[in-house]
């Protein structure tokens, strides 16, 4: 499977940019799961329903399917801070892509989504692990580069781009242990 990042501000458009690369990318054929970091408390149910109920109780996990959808849901006693390594893991192998959010620090390859207009500083010139930036104004960009430039708004052109790379993105579990 490849892994690749996509690292920026709250509000530069991460979550834009991997929104409209999902349908491009299955419209190639192609498997795609995604990796979320949230930084605040967060829930996926709703009380009343019985898998929130069964945590309110106590419950380690709640696991629950139906012919279409599979949810795990797991409450740590203490808290955790997982690596997206260990989330990579927790995810069915037989994906052609995983795209990962919010995991601006993480030692993955990424591509920064950069906006002129967000006013916030670069992440590229202090993080090895940004190889393209995605962006709307490459000619306003903090720091020259020479990092491809992606049109933030070209979801095909950034597949394009992702594709090309061949096995650069390629995900060996071995190599973060």
Known sequence: MNVVGFAGFSGSGKTMLVERLIP???SRGLRVSVVKHAHHRFDIDHP??????????GAFEVVVASSTRLALMREFEQPAQLSVHHL????YAGVDWVLVEGFKDSDLLKIEVWRAAFGKPARYPDDDFVVAVATDSPGQLPTPTGLP??????PEAVL????????????????YQ
Do not use: C
């Open 48 to 57: 009343g329903k019985d898998t929130f109920r069964h945590r309110e109780a």
């Open 88 to 91: 990579i893991a927790e995810l």
């Open 160 to 175: 394009d781009w992702l594709v090309s790379q061949g096995e650069r993105f390629d995900y060996n579990p071995v190599n």
């Open 149 to 154: 430039m992606l049109d933030v708004n070209n």
């Open 24 to 26: 491009v990318m299955r």
